[in-house]
T-cell receptor, first 116, second 109 residues
C-alpha cells in the first residue's frame, strides 16, 4: 500500500465553522506533513510531525491546529478561517530523515478548501 | 535570492521534441534532490530522485551538479501526456523540504 488517503476531497466552509481534514497512511512512515498550495504556486510547508510529535510549525496561524493521534493518522482542525485560507491542503508522509539521507515524500490527493 | 529557483516557463514544445529544465539551489549543504510532476488540481507525484551519477528512467534523465548547485531534467521524445508542471525539490537537513516554483510544460500535437 503506497497510498496517502485524504478526506474530504472538497470542503466549503463559512468563517465561523469548525471542520477537520483527515489524512491516513499505512506505509509505516513516521513523518507526516501538512502543506498548503495556492493556484499556480508550489506547496508551502505548514507542519511536520515526526514520531507523532510536532517537529516543525512554519509560523502557521492558530486557526489551523494539527493533531497526530497515532503513527498512521494526521488531522488538521480548522476554526474561524478567512477567505484567503482557501487553497489545496496536501498531506504527505515519508520515512524520517536518517543521517545524511532524506526520504522522498508521498502526497495524498489533497482537500480543496473554499472559505466563504 | 530564493533557496530554489526554476524557470517558470511555460515551455511549449511539439510532440517528439527534447526539452530540458534546470533548477538551482543556494544551500550547498542540501542533501537530497527530486523531481516531482504535478497535473492541474492534482497532488505532486514523484518523478525521480536525482543523484550526482545521474539517473535515467525511460525517456527521463536527471542529473545533479553539486559544484554548480543545480539539477536538471531532460525529457526525450515528448508525449502529449508529459504536459504538466515539473517541481524541483531540495531537502536540506531534517525535514526542511523546499519546492521550486515549478516549470510548466505544454506538449502540442
Amino acid at each position: 500500500d503506497t497510498e496517502v488517503t485524504q478526506t474530504p476531497k472538497h470542503l466549503v466552509m463559512g468563517m465561523t465553522n469548525k471542520k477537520s481534514l483527515k489524512c491516513e497512511q499505512h506505509m509505516g512512515h513516521r513523518a507526516m506533513y501538512w502543506y498548503k498550495q495556492k493556484a499556480k504556486k508550489p506547496p508551502e510547508l505548514m507542519f511536520v510531525y515526526s514520531y507523532e510529535k510536532l517537529s516543525i510549525n512554519e509560523s502557521v496561524p492558530s486557526r489551523f491546529s494539527p493533531e497526530c493521534p497515532n503513527s498512521s493518522l494526521l488531522n488538521l482542525h480548522l476554526h474561524a478561517l478567512q477567505p484567503e485560507d482557501s487553497a489545496l491542503y496536501l498531506c504527505a508522509s515519508s520515512h524520517p530523515p536518517t543521517t545524511g539521507v532524506n526520504e522522498k515524500l508521498f502526497f495524498g490527493s489533497g482537500t480543496q478548501l473554499s472559505v466563504l | 535570492r530564493k533557496e530554489v529557483e526554476q524557470d517558470p516557463g511555460p515551455f511549449n514544445v511539439p510532440e517528439g521534441a527534447t526539452v530540458a529544465f534546470n533548477c538551482t539551489y543556494s544551500n550547498s549543504a542540501s542533501q537530497s534532490f527530486f523531481w516531482y510532476r504535478q497535473d492541474c488540481r492534482k497532488e505532486p507525484k514523484l518523478l525521480m530522485s536525482v543523484y550526482s551519477s545521474g539517473n535515467e528512467d525511460g525517456r527521463f534523465t536527471a542529473q545533479l551538479n553539486r559544484a554548480s548547485q543545480y539539477i536538471s531534467l531532460l525529457i526525450r521524445d515528448s508525449k502529449l501526456s508529459d504536459s504538466a508542471t515539473y517541481l524541483c525539490v531540495v531537502i536540506t537537513g531534517g525535514f526542511k523540504t523546499i519546492f521550486g516554483a515549478g516549470t510548466r510544460l505544454f506538449v502540442k500535437a
